[in-house]
């Protein structure tokens, strides 16, 4: 390779090690990739900023609008009750829920079809006695493989098209990536029907824990009238920083007052709940003005003027790295945390110590309004009430429905580009009054669409620095003794570890250039290595962190690391069987 090449690579290499390591936004790392690339001279300004120019980022940017106008509009709540409903088995309701899944994602972005979905299933699951561990990964994966389906299944294969079209080539049909994603869902649903109920073990949620852990977990004080602690202030009184217990409730008479803050002023006769470590109860004993009282359930704190809410914290969340304090969680989102879920596991910590990781599940104590101030933010990716009835559908739901048919016989037909479909379609919802214009801006993942923006300059990169052809020798050489379809294997393996370890659409464009030297230097068709990219992109079932929707139910299924490889490696090795015999086919 020359200086170049090594440069590139160096560079790729520093950007991967931050994307695995979480410590900074991938729109961040991407974007530092790019520009470093750019200023060194690697590629030029329009290399650099083709992605920006590429029909790609919009096309997702308007399809993010449409998600979110099926998700407020409720359009997936009543089809979802009548699904579920209360079938003779595991395998009948896991039918009826995860086809219509997998074909709602051919249509919609699954990360908002998950968030909508996934906070209904554990209510089902917990109704019924059952463990959501059962469901909520079966959901996310059905979500993932249908997204293989269309065009517009999800962000990665729009991706794709857009750099078939920088490479010179017509972009994806609507349905191109059927003959691929087609089988590869059916297959890949009947395989989790038949290896979950087997596989997964049942786990607790954050909820769970709560309610039958809550003899260890919550302790109830009253401040003594005339006492040390009557009439001083929370901070004053020495019970903001206290070792294993974190108080998060005043109860005074008929009302209650959470979150509770350093200045609130204390009086005698008032019940306070600390929740965290109770078998620390020694820091409460030693407290002047405190005296023991019966213990109360926490649930009962789930009233009118506050409730709770579990809440995955994802990669690009500024908690990430980041303890309570130090994020101010409280001033920030006028919550109180009262457990943290980490693997499956409570953390049994001072809570606001704990530094926060990508996928932690954080169970609030906050008011009612707190999902619509923060739905539409990255700082969380999954927002769910604890409890409660599921959002009604609303009298704009058929327009959504409508404007969603459109864009598919639209660009289905051929009569109109993806591209402006689904523009008309983001604008229509803006005008027929189903979304304000500040709900479509909010919709849209700015952090996603500079990935894919930036990703494009670092696939330039790879490609004109001769990294790719580098690269592509090496893998022939790795799986060329298997003749073609041996190096479409080692093609299909390199894209599905890279989206193991980085965002997909990464992975995607990151594979792309090597995929495209290597695969038509063995004689395969460009279209054909592009299709296979991106359904293997999307194939990520090994950890928690590959995919958004993967991270999403992480902690509210109780989940665990090892639970991904337990249903995620036969369903890796079955979709990577599949894509080497059926991208091979007619070779």
Avoid: C
């Amino acid at each position: 390779m020359n200086l170049t090449a090594w440069w590139t690579l160096a560079v790729v290499t520093l950007m991967l090690g931050a994307l695995v390591r979480s410590r900074i936004a991938p729109a961040t790392a991407v974007m530092g990739a790019m520009v470093t690339l750019l200023v060194t001279g690697v590629i030029e300004p329009g290399q650099a900023f083709a992605g920006f120019a590429n029909p790609a980022p919009m096309t997702v940017a308007a399809l993010f609008v449409l998600a979110r106008a099926v998700e407020k509009t409720g359009g997936l709540q009543p089809v979802l009750a009548a699904l579920l409903g209360d079938g003779p088995g595991h395998r009948t309701s896991m039918i009826r829920l995860l086809a219509p899944t997998a074909a709602a994602s051919a249509f919609l972005n699954n990360t908002p079809i998950v968030a909508m979905l996934a906070p209904q299933v554990a209510e089902w699951t917990r109704r019924r006695g059952v463990s959501p561990s059962r469901f909520l990964m079966p959901l996310s994966f059905a979500a993932i493989l249908g997204g293989t389906i269309t065009a517009i299944g999800t962000s990665t294969n729009l991706v794709i098209s857009g750099l078939l079209e920088q490479y010179g080539h017509a972009p994806l049909g609507m349905f191109e990536i059927t003959k691929l994603g087609i089988p590869v869902t059916i297959a890949g649903i009947g395989l989790i029907i038949l290896l979950a109920p087997i596989l997964l073990p049942d786990r607790r949620g954050p909820r769970t824990h709560l309610e039958e852990g809550t003899r260890e977990f919550v302790v109830t004080m009253q401040v003594e009238p005339n006492g040390a602690l009557d009439h001083r202030a929370v901070e004053e009184g020495g019970l903001r920083h206290l070792m294993g217990v974190f108080l998060v409730d005043i109860e005074r008479g008929t009302e209650r007052l959470a979150p509770v803050t350093p200045s609130t002023v204390l009086h005698g006769g008032d019940y306070l709940t600390f929740v965290g470590r109770a078998d620390l109860i020694v820091d409460l004993q030693n407290i002047r003005g405190l005296s023991s009282t019966e213990e109360k359930h926490l649930a009962g704190l789930d009233g009118p003027q506050h409730t709770f809410y579990e809440v995955v914290i994802g990669a690009e969340s500024p908690l990430v790295g980041h303890t309570l304090k130090q994020g101010r969680f409280r001033s920030r989102y006028q919550g109180a945390v009262v457990a943290i879920h980490r693997a499956g596991e409570r953390v049994r910590a001072k809570l606001g110590d704990v530094k926060l990781r990508h996928g932690d599940t954080l169970l609030l104590l906050t008011d009612p309004d707190f999902r619509d101030r923060w739905r539409d933010r990255n700082d969380f990716l999954l927002i769910s009430r604890s409890g409660g009835n599921a959002p009604a559908m609303t009298r704009k739901a058929g327009v959504v429905g409508v404007i969603t048919i459109a864009i598919v016989v639209l660009a289905g037909t051929g009569l109109m580009p993806i591209l402006h479909a689904s523009l008309i379609g983001a604008v229509s919802l803006v005008v027929l009054g189903v979304l304000t214009a500040g709900e479509a801006r909010n919709a849209v993942d700015l952090d996603v669409i500079l990935v894919i923006a930036a990703a494009f300059g670092i696939g330039a990169a790879i490609e004109s620095s001769g990294l790719a052809v580098t690269s592509a020798n090496l893998l022939t050489e790795a799986f060329g003794t298997l003749g073609a379809r041996g190096v479409l294997l080692g093609i299909v393996v390199s894209t599905m570890v890279l989206t193991e370890l980085i965002t997909n659409n990464a992975a995607a464009i990151l594979a792309f250039p090597i995929g495209m030297t290597a695969g038509t230097a063995a004689g395969f068709e460009p279209r054909t290595i592009a299709l296979a990219i991106a359904v293997a992109a999307s194939a990520s079932f090994l950890t928690p962190i590959g995919y958004q929707t993967n991270t999403m139910v992480f902690g509210p299924g109780g989940y665990r690391l090892a639970d991904y490889l337990r249903l995620g490696a036969p369903l890796t090795l079955l979709v990577l069987t599949l894509l080497v015999v059926l991208a091979g086919v007619g070779y």
